[in-house]
C-alpha cells in the first residue's frame, strides 16, 4: 500500500480554514495526454472553446466548474465518447502518447480500450459478479491465459474482492450502490487500459462510500492516469494533484460557452488561485 494513502491530506478551500493545504502533491510525471485548443460542438453549438492543458501520467487530474461549463464534454473528447453523440464534433488537437487520437486511421474502439470510462451512475450489466468483470476482455478478445486470475486480480485491485470472493455468481446489480460503482471500476480495469476517466463517479453514493472510492482512485494513480469530473470541490482537493477550473462565458448571442480558466496543481489551484474567476469560485463568491 502506498503510504500517502494512510494521510489523505487536509482540505482548505481557499477563504475556509487556517492552513492552506489542499491536494496531492504532485509527483514527478510527464503528460501522457494533452489538449490544444480543443473546442466541442454539438451541432452548430460550440459548447466548450479552446481548451489546452496535459493530462499528467499517473496523476489524478480533477475538473471543477459550474454546471454546465463543459467538463463532461472535454472529459468525453479524451476518449473519443463524443464520437457516440450525433452532431458532436471536435476540433483542435488531442493527442495521446503523442499522437493524434482523431487521426483517421486510430481505431476508437481501441482507444476505449486504452483510455476507459467510469459514469456518474453506477451501471453494471445484469450479469453475474464475474461476468461483469470477464466481459470486456472476452468482447475485446484479450489473451487471457487465466481468467479467474484476472478477474481477481480486477477486484482485488477495485478494492471490492473480499467483499464479493464468495458470491461472484451472483448478480452484480445485487451489490450496493458504493459496490457496484466499485464493480464498474473492476470492469474498467479488466482491459487493461492506462487512463480511467470517471465522470462525476461519487455522485449517487452516500459518504462512506465516496470515502472508499476516493481511497480507492488514490490507491488507483500508482498504476493508472486518472481524470475526475465533480461537482465537488472538497472531492477534487482531497483526492487530485492537478485541478482544472471551468466557467462558462455568455457570449453577445447570450450563448453560453465552457471555458477553461486555470489549470494547475490542486494545491496552488486551491490555495493561491491566478484567476479572480477562479477564486471567486473555489470561496463560494460564484457558481
Ligand atoms: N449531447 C448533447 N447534445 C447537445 N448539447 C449538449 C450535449 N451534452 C452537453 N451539451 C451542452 O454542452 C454544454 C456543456 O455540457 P456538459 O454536460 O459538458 O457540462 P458540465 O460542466 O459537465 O455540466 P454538469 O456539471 O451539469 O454535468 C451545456 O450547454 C450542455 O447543454
Not at 29 to 39: D, I, N, Y
Not at 98 to 110: M, R, S, W
Amino acid at each position: 500500500m502506498n503510504p500517502d494513502t494512510t494521510s489523505r491530506p487536509a482540505v482548505n478551500i481557499a477563504g475556509v480554514g487556517a492552513q492552506p493545504v489542499a491536494g496531492h502533491q504532485p509527483r514527478a510525471a510527464a503528460p501522457v495526454m494533452e489538449l490544444s485548443g480543443v473546442s466541442v460542438y454539438y451541432g452548430a453549438y460550440e459548447a466548450v472553446r479552446g481548451t489546452s492543458m496535459p493530462i499528467q501520467e499517473k496523476q489524478i487530474t480533477a475538473m471543477i466548474g459550474p454546471s454546465g461549463c463543459g467538463k463532461s464534454t472535454i472529459l468525453r473528447s479524451l476518449n473519443r465518447m463524443n464520437d457516440l453523440i450525433p452532431g458532436a464534433r471536435v476540433t483542435g488537437s488531442v493527442t495521446y502518447h503523442g499522437q493524434d487520437l482523431y487521426a483517421k486511421d486510430v481505431d476508437p474502439i481501441e482507444v476505449r480500450r486504452r483510455i476507459g470510462m467510469v459514469f456518474q451512475k453506477p451501471n453494471p450489466f445484469p450479469k453475474s459478479i464475474y461476468d461483469n468483470v470477464a466481459y470486456g476482455p472476452r468482447v475485446t478478445g484479450m489473451k487471457v491465459a487465466n481468467m479467474d486470475d484476472l478477474v481477481e486480480k480486477a477486484l482485488r485491485d477495485a478494492a471490492l474482492w473480499d467483499e464479493v470472493k464468495d458470491k461472484l455468481k451472483s448478480s452484480g446489480l445485487s451489490l450496493s450502490g458504493g459496490q457496484q460503482q466499485r464493480l464498474c471500476i473492476a470492469r474498467t480495469i479488466a482491459v487493461k487500459p492506462e487512463i480511467i476517466l470517471m465522470d462525476e463517479p461519487c455522485s449517487a453514493l452516500d459518504p462512506i462510500a465516496t470515502a472508499k472510492i476516493e481511497d480507492l482512485m488514490f490507491e488507483l494513480s500508482n498504476d493508472y492516469t486518472i481524470v475526475i469530473v465533480t461537482h465537488n470541490m472538497q472531492q477534487a482537493a482531497r483526492v487530485s494533484h492537478y485541478t482544472s477550473f471551468f466557467t462558462a462565458e455568455v457570449d453577445e448571442k447570450q450563448e453560453r460557452h465552457g471555458r477553461l480558466v486555470e489549470f494547475t496543481n490542486t494545491s496552488k489551484l486551491f490555495t493561491n488561485p491566478t484567476d479572480k474567476r477562479t477564486e471567486d469560485y473555489i470561496t463560494g463568491r460564484f457558481g
